[in-house]
């Protein structure tokens, strides 16, 4: 998938963009590695996981996956990639999935076998078209809403978001 690719290279650049994203500015990036994770023995591939350098209850194991297309067996699948995970790493005690949306109308109704998980804080889903005010006040997440506007307002909002902070030089994908 395109914007996997896109935000694999921002992950992996900017480990900050994920937390933004996420509300969480007060976590320290850099006590986390991105990685991409292959499961053994399944074709599963969790699109990728922030894993701390240290692993405490207060720096859970966090599950990203970027969900831009309409697929009605997404969470099916979701967990049964973390429950894998789980299960073939014994030293994950606490872990959180964030999951992100260009816009709502892309998340799928099948959700009332993992509603207990859905509704509590261990799972956050984010929507892109609804950052809204915080956007506008972060750079990085501005530069993450590029992905969801069209070409040409895209290039438009990408200048405006260079003249704002010097970003072109430290862009991945340039």
Do not use: C
């Amino acid at each position: 998938m395109r914007t996997d690719k896109i935000f694999y290279s921002l992950f992996q650049t900017f480990p900050s963009i994920f937390f933004a994203i996420i509300g969480n500015q007060n976590i320290d990036a850099n006590s986390y590695q991105f990685v991409s994770v292959e499961l053994k023995e399944t074709a599963f591939r969790i699109d990728g996981v922030f894993i701390p350098t240290l692993e405490t209850s207060e720096q859970p194991v966090y599950f990203a996956e970027v969900q831009f297309q309409t697929d009605k067996t997404f969470y099916r699948r979701l967990f049964a990639e973390i429950f894998l995970y789980l299960q073939q790493n014994e030293s994950v005690k606490f872990w959180r999935a964030v999951v992100i949306y260009p816009t709502r109308s892309i998340e799928t109704d099948d959700t009332q076998p993992y509603r207990l998980y859905l509704d509590s804080p261990q799972v956050q889903r984010i929507y892109l078209d609804e950052l809204g005010t915080v956007a506008e006040n972060s750079l990085q997440l501005a530069v993450v809403q590029l992905i969801i506007e069209g070409e040409q307002t895209a290039i438009e909002k990408g200048r405006e978001l260079i003249f704002q902070g010097d970003i072109l030089h430290t862009l991945p994908f340039r």
